[in-house]
């Protein structure tokens, strides 16, 4: 069984930037999707970026409309790990961060529920 480990996370200014990453244990994640999602208090959870495993490889990265441009998701095979820079950080970018994977249909990509293993968060806090 993956067991999933998101570390990086902390407290930095706006126009700051942070690099998450997670480890996975147990397996690798060759074969898997493997998304970001985060969760601000009071809000639901939501989709930041993904990786999407598809015809026995990773194609293209999706990322939310609001954090295009700003965000990165990459792999280190090396470590097993995926990572997420996370550059012009905002206000609302905080939250506490999740990486997950599993093997969504690309139409529910950015649904949490799909998912089916996630490590246990890292928060990240964006002050003005």
């Known amino acids: 069984q993956v067991h999933l480990v998101e570390s990086g996370g902390g407290l930095v200014q706006a126009g700051g930037s942070l690099r998450l990453s997670c480890a996975a244990s147990?397996?690798?994640?060759?074969?898997?999707?493997v998304a970001w999602f985060r969760q601000a208090p009071g809000k639901e959870r939501e989709f930041v970026a993904a990786?999407?495993?598809?015809?026995?490889?990773?194609?293209?990265?999706y990322y939310a409309d609001s954090v295009k441009g700003r965000f990165t998701i990459s792999r280190d095979n090396a470590k097993n790990a995926v990572d997420l820079q996370m550059n012009s950080l905002k206000p609302d970018d905080t939250g506490t961060y999740y990486c997950?994977?599993?093997?969504?249909?690309?139409?529910?990509?950015?649904?949490?529920?799909?998912?089916?293993?996630w490590g246990q968060g890292t928060q990240v806090a964006v002050s003005s």
């Open positions: 997950a994977s599993g093997r969504p249909i690309l139409s529910a990509l950015r649904s949490a529920g799909i998912y089916t293993t």
């Open positions: 147990g397996r690798t994640f060759t074969g898997y999707t």
């Open positions: 990786n999407r495993w598809t015809g026995g490889t990773y194609g293209t990265p």
